[in-house]
């Protein structure tokens, strides 16, 4: 598979960091390999030209898509990594069907039998590690628990109290996880099992301060891990693993057995 790097224009090393990210995903570069893109989508297109062009072409177009977004000054000054992504996910249905994941969000009154339970869907998870370190399975642990809500009143006995309880459904192909602070850390490993189901990492997008880079590699697992910092891109072994504490966010891919 093409590891290429990609030239930074006044800042842009953020939509490089989260392109890597994203051109990293297997079902993504077969899409664009087998010519099945969206041609009518222009940011779709970008993405396969960039692809298609081992980065030579496709980027400026990309910045005036962007532009669209007044948030992110794509090609004028340094910008988000993870609100690149986002941007992406939304206008490339694509993307975002694979980076879906299917939740409920359950209210249960805490003095009669009220319960209420809604589906709703969203395509990354923000995690906040508690302590400074906490793993990817506990942070998710924790933003699962039920949490009290003293201050809500039930409809059925009018009484304050309740707890609430986010779910998981279904998780996606892609599964995106977010540090939402800077200060902590999460830890993470090259494989995670969630419903007895196997998670192979393979992007993990960092934040310096003032710089974004990615850790990359291609799929399946075995495949060895690249330092994607703009036109530098630096070879390592597939049995070396990225520990960065600079990580802001994990990509996960499920993994079909």
Known sequence: MYTFGLRNKNGSCWINAGLQAILRIPDFQKRINDGDEDVDNPVE????????SRGDEGLKSLYECVKVCPSMPA???IGDSHEFIQFLCDKVPFLDKLTRFKVANSIQCDHCD????RPDTL?????TPVGGKQTVSDAIAETVKPQSIPD???EKCKQKGCHKQMMFAEFP??????QTSMGTTTQYTPVIVLNKVRFALFAIVCFTGNHWFTWGRNLPPGQPWYRFDDTHVQTHTANFMPHDDRMRLLMYYRINE
């Open 114 to 117: 009220y319960k209420d339970l």
């Open 45 to 52: 297109a970008c993405l396969a030209e960039i692809w298609a």
């Open 75 to 77: 090609g004028e000054s």
């Open 123 to 127: 395509n990354e998870f923000s995690i």
């Open 152 to 154: 809500w009143t039930c």
């Open 173 to 178: 192909q892609v599964m995106m996880f977010h």
